[in-house]
Structure formats: C-alpha cells, structure tokens
C-alpha cells in the first residue's frame, strides 16, 4: 500500500468551492481503483465519489448526494487524486479522506483526512 496524505480543507461559506488532494507517497499508476470518503460527526464514513485507473478512460462514480456537484479526478504523473467540490452545502460538512481500494470490500489503512466546514 502506498502512504496518502490528504489536504485541501478548509472553511467556506454556503456555494462556495474547494479542492481536496490526496498525495500518494508512491506510484498510483498500478492502483485500480481510489475513493474519497467522509465522515460528518455522530455519522458512519460514507463512500463519496470513486475513479478507476485510466488505461483507457477513468470510470467515476459518485453518491448521489454530490452527484452534478463533486468531481474525482487523478494524475497518475503526479501521484495524486483530486477532488473538486462546487456548490457546497452545509450538509458536506466531514472530515474528508482518499483510500485505495484493495480486494473484495477492504480499502486500505486511513490517514488522519482533512476537515471541510461549509457555514450557512
């Protein structure tokens, strides 16, 4: 498994938008597939917006909570998967997290995430 570091948060108004980053401490390349969670307070960790590996066009998939809104995307050169977040509603308050998805339903060890607060 490789290391990722996720960054990006931060607080912003209703509407408003951010771009989490999820660096990976080594090639991302071989990875079939990654995921952005998150996790409101008093909430179980919900699976958010998933991308496969691009060998011949990423296939994404997204909640339907953020379906139109949220776009996963990665760079393979740059070791990272990206999520863009637009029109950000209170609800989408969570600490946020990027995993890669092992075998069967295991995804791989957590970082610590980065937190989005969107105020009303």
């Known amino acids: 498994q490789v290391q990722l570091v996720e960054s990006g948060g931060g607080l912003v108004q209703t509407g408003g938008s951010l771009r989490l980053s999820c660096a990976a401490s080594?090639?991302?390349?071989?990875?079939?597939?990654m995921g952005w969670f998150r996790q409101a307070p008093g909430k179980q960790r919900e699976l958010v917006a998933t991308?496969?590996?691009?060998?011949?066009?990423?296939?994404?998939n997204y909640a339907d909570s953020v379906k139109g809104r949220f776009t996963i995307f990665r760079d393979n050169a740059k070791n990272t998967v990206y999520l863009q977040m637009n029109s950000l509603k209170p609800e989408d308050t969570a600490v946020y997290y990027c995993?890669?998805?092992?075998?069967?339903?295991?995804?791989?060890?957590w970082g610590q995430g980065t937190q989005v607060t969107v105020s009303s």
């Open positions: 080594g090639s991302i390349f071989s990875i079939n597939t």
């Open positions: 991308i496969t590996r691009a060998t011949r066009g990423s296939t994404t």
């Open positions: 995993n890669q998805f092992l075998s069967g339903s295991i995804w791989g060890s």
